[in-house]
Every structure is written in structure tokens, then in C-alpha cells.
């Protein structure tokens, strides 16, 4: 018998057609498809632990999930057992052996998230599942002003409750927008994310891009800590969660 | 009564859905569509011209059509009234009033297309409707040595069949492969193209980059002038029909 080892496997996906990353009782998500595809290769039920639970629509490509299976090939005939086996809206793009104590979430020291903005007139039939389509002009500079006063550690609560317990402060690394032609994209590293925290600062952050809030009045918000006080949140086919840091990672790249 | 005016417009879409551009007895086409939005509009039967018949699967950011129609009010308005009633995957981005004598086919001077691969172990969940996957490496610089017997005037028969009568003659003006991390891209322009030109020359150059075909094979391809002598044409959903040029475009770039 071979030992079952622990896994760790770097996602992609497109969400549009996912009720969100987290298994549910109906429904298609993508922990559901993965552990569906797991099963068939182990033969028996295999859980899959992941780095963050993205909502329905939220697209992915670097999301981190871990399991523990008994495989006797080679790593690479796993990774290819698992594609196989996953509809073309998954794909395992990385996977390595990792220490059994390894937990996608609890081990991860950050987050980044993109979100893209298609500023101008038209929407696009291309690009229509990946990017939210804003027709007026936005002003780019006041967004990226009004950005950096998330940066640090503050208490978040105006921009997303907790996945879990009460605590709401989160410590934001890096924030801002650039411009590649009528892409905007907003890219975003923190600590961790309270529910809905990325969509509800770039909703917030694109009414400042229209004028419709002074860049002042995001540090207003924040300093509230109320909910009711920032804007709705962008809707979840412009966001996509590209990675998730863990120390051993940072080590890695130290050794390099 | 407002007389007819002839209108040019510039149209995206996404070909996964369609059996190609040109309206067929059924199913579901791009002319089919945009037919039907403009009927809805007009009230009457519009025949559409357009630029370039573009096959099942394959995209267009710059097809261009023309039509004759009666509107009273402003460009902008018809411009919207065509989007608000067209599918998500076909985009009005342009719509500019043209002389009478405008045909999107016969007044061009230019059309220039887009190939994408993707060269990495893994397909890409994200992009799998843009972009071809090949897993193996390839040769970039080998396959721009290819490219390079292609420019000129030359006879095409071993790429492609011509879409009505017999001349196999055409005269590219542009090809060549850029590298953007593992994104491999073809650009192309010619005067016009045969029917599955491009995708032919890709299919092929891509053996070259495989090691299959030697860089000095393509041009001795070329030269036989035998279809049967290229590669399978690579498949359709990495295409993408980007500009077609007027002589009116040139005029206006000059000056400006």
C-alpha cells in the first residue's frame, strides 16, 4: 500500500458557469468538480481544503488548494490523471508534495486579487465573462489616490464582514490601478479579505473614478466602520484571485 | 421620409457560438444576427455587406459591415438601439456614416489577423475559447524565419483556396510571431486571404516550431504550390480577425 501524501495544487478557473468555489448541497462549484474528479482517480472520497472561497461568478488563477491522496506514479502523471478527469473550466496548472501539516488557508501569509474595468463606450463580446464593462469615464489618478489609504492595517468593516468570527482588521500591502489601454485593472494584496472586500472597494473606489465621491471621503469611510457607508459592491465577473503567498514560498524565492 | 444612408460599422464578436459570419438556411451566424437586430430597428428586411466571411469558431475585434438604412435620428442612437438588440457575444464598437459606394469587401485594401497560442504544459481554463493550447515548446525565432518568405506577392495555392474564382495570388504585407510570456501571437496582413489561409500558415509554421518542418521547407511549400503540401490548418477558435483598412483610413491617419 502507498502511503497517502499531501498535495498541493495551484487552480485555475473561469467561474461564470460555478455557484462559487465552496461545495454545496446542489450545484456546481469547483471544489465539488475537483473532489469529483479526485474520487475517480483515488477511488475513494478525497476533501480538498482551499486557500479562499471565492464567490459565484469569480474567476481564479492562482488559487491554492490542498489534499491527501495515495498515488504511486509520478507527480506529473497525477497532474494529468486530474486535468483528464476536470471539466475544460478547471485546470491544475501546478502541483507539488507538501508537508502534511500544510493548510492552503491557514498557512497562507497573502492574498492578490485583480479586478478589470473595460472603460469605454461599447462592452465587449470577447472579453464579456472577465471584465466589468463601465461606459462613462472614470478618472483614473483620484482612484489611485483614494487607494492608497487602505494601505497598512486598518479595520475593514466598512468594506466586508468576516467569513468567521468578529475580528475585521486586516492589513492591506499593496493597492492601485494602472491603465493598459480601456483596461483598468485594480490589483490588491492584504493579509486576508473579509466577504466581498475586493468587489466593495473597487465599487467604491470606481464612484470616486465618476466623481460621485470625493478622494477624502474613502479614508471617511473606512474610519467609520460601517457597512451601510461604502457602495455596492462591482459585480463578481471582473475579479480573479492570482495568488496566494505561503512562507515557504517566500524562502523559495530567497534561495533563488 | 427620411431617405436611406449607407452606414459603416465595426463589429466584435465571439465565434464559439457561431456556425461563422455568413447567414446560412439555419443556425445561428453573425450576419443572421445582426440582420435581425436591424430589422427589429428598421422594420424591414436590411441585407448587411461585410468584410471578411470568417469561419465556425472564429473571432473578429475588427469586422466591418455596411448597410443601408433609414434614420432619423442621431448616429449614437442607432448605434445603441443596434447593441441594446444584438446578443452579448456580437458588439457594434464603430458606426460612421459612409458614401453609397462603400462595400466592405471590395473597397478594402487591407485585412490583418491575429493568431494566439498558448505554449504551456497546461490549457488555460480563462482563455480556452481564444487561444490554442500547445504543450509542447516551440521555436519562436524559427518560426518568424518561416514567416519571412511570406511577405510579398506570391502565389498561395499551398495555403488556402480562393473564396471565388481561380487567382491564388496575394500579396502579404506583414507576419510575424511576438512573445508575451507564454502567449505566442501571429500577426498577419495582407492585401486579402484565401479561405483558411491563415490558419493553414500557422498550422504550418507551428510544425516549424515543433522541428518537424525545416525553417527553409515553408518557402519550397510555397513554391509547389499544392495544398496538399502544408500542415492541417490550426484550429479556428485562436483566430481573430482584427482590421480591415480603407483607403478612406489611410487619408484620415495621414492626416492627422
Redesign the interface.
Known amino acids: 500500500m502507498t502511503p497517502p501524501q499531501r498535495y498541493r495544487a495551484t487552480v485555475?478557473?473561469?467561474g461564470t458557469d460555478f455557484l462559487g468555489y465552496q461545495i454545496q448541497t446542489t450545484g456546481r462549484t469547483v471544489q465539488g468538480e475537483i473532489e469529483k474528479s479526485l474520487q475517480k482517480i483515488a477511488g475513494a472520497a478525497v476533501r480538498i481544503d482551499g486557500a479562499g472561497r471565492t464567490d459565484a461568478g469569480v474567476?481564479a488563477?492562482g488559487q491554492v488548494i490542498a489534499f491527501n491522496v495515495a498515488w504511486k506514479h509520478a507527480l506529473i502523471d497525477l497532474?494529468q490523471a486530474l486535468?483528464a478527469n476536470l471539466p475544460?473550466?478547471?485546470?491544475?496548472?501546478d502541483l507539488k508534495t507538501v508537508n502534511i501539516d500544510f493548510h492552503p488557508r491557514f498557512s497562507a501569509v497573502s492574498r492578490s486579487y485583480q479586478y478589470t474595468v473595460l472603460n469605454r463606450p461599447?462592452?465587449?463580446?470577447?472579453e464579456?465573462r472577465?471584465v466589468y464593462h463601465v461606459k462613462e469615464p472614470v478618472a483614473v489618478a483620484a482612484m489611485n489616490d483614494a487607494s492608497r489609504c487602505l494601505l497598512g492595517s486598518h479595520n475593514f468593516a466598512s468594506f466586508g464582514k468576516p467569513p468567521q468570527g468578529e475580528v475585521t482588521i486586516r492589513e492591506v500591502m499593496q493597492a492601485g490601478w494602472s491603465q493598459h489601454g480601456d483596461r483598468l485593472v485594480f490589483m490588491i494584496t492584504a493579509n486576508a479579505f473579509l466577504y466581498r472586500m475586493v468587489r466593495t472597494i473597487v465599487g467604491t473606489l470606481l464612484e470616486v473614478g465618476r466623481g460621485r465621491l470625493a478622494v477624502e471621503e474613502v479614508g471617511q469611510i473606512l474610519e467609520a466602520r460601517d457597512l451601510t457607508r461604502s457602495a455596492a459592491p462591482a459585480p463578481a465577473h471582473g475579479l480573479?484571485l492570482v495568488r496566494v503567498t505561503y512562507p515557504e514560498d517566500a524562502q523559495a524565492e530567497i534561495a533563488c
Do not use: G
Open positions: 485555475e478557473y473561469d474567476h488563477t497532474q486535468n475544460r473550466d478547471i485546470v491544475i496548472t461599447w462592452p465587449s463580446a470577447l464579456r472577465h480573479c
